[in-house]
């Protein structure tokens, strides 16, 4: 059954989004990064990546069109997978890029059999889940990931909700690594990097979580 989160991205709302955040080019994608934090997604991704090998199997829960996908392919990753709620998203990415492999589907039932990724992440898609679902959405990640989890989000010490373009319900900062490992004791935290936002004091983290 689609939830109160699930209906809105699945909105009008959310082609909306789809289409402002639609870069035309990896120097534009580039930018957005370089001018909010003054580095690109890429460095960023290497500080949790680097060193692992380029053909293991990634996915991405809530990938949108594929720009994050599109940046670990840039790093050499070959093996790029996404499962987007938006159809209209899933559409866009097929004239936007090549060689990944992106599907309908919700993050809350992953048609994934268990362990068959070597990586399981988001970006920016954990700040958008209800608290009240965290352990059922994180639950999906955790079964289909066979060694690593990864996050890209708005970090806070506590669970904070946020106004998102003045609707209420949509979007909450908090210490993600840490309630993975609340619900789920077979994880370590590898590696988390916070990197504060050059316009203002919030941070944002990229961590790293591996099955024991």
């Not at 609340?182 to 370590?188: I, R, V």
Request: negative net charge.
């Amino acid at each position: 059954m689609t939830n109160k989160q699930e209906h809105f991205w699945k909105s009008d709302f959310g082609k909306k989004y789809t289409d402002r955040n639609n870069w035309s080019s990896d120097e534009e994608w580039d930018s957005l990064y370089m001018d909010t934090w003054g580095t690109t997604k890429i460095d960023i991704n290497k500080k949790v990546l680097e060193g692992l090998p380029k053909d293991l199997k990634i996915l991405e829960v809530g990938c949108n069109y594929g720009a994050q996908l599109r940046g670990f392919q840039r790093m050499g990753f070959e093996n790029l997978y996404g499962v987007e709620l938006q159809s209209y998203a899933v559409e866009k990415s097929k004239e936007m890029f090549s060689g990944l492999n992106i599907i309908t589907g919700s993050g809350y039932d992953l048609p994934f059999k268990d362990n068959f990724f070597d990586i399981v992440c988001t970006n920016g898609v954990l700040i958008h889940i209800s608290p009240n679902n965290h352990y059922a959405f994180m639950k999906e990640i955790v079964r289909c990931s066979k060694r690593f989890i990864m996050g890209w989000e708005y970090y806070n010490d506590e669970i904070k909700e946020l106004s998102y373009r003045d609707n209420k319900g949509y979007m909450w900062k908090a210490n993600f690594a840490g309630i993975y490992r609340d619900y789920f004791s077979d994880l370590n935290l590898n590696a988390e990097y916070f990197f504060k936002y050059l316009a203002n004091d919030n941070k944002d983290s990229i961590f790293l979580l591996e099955k024991k």
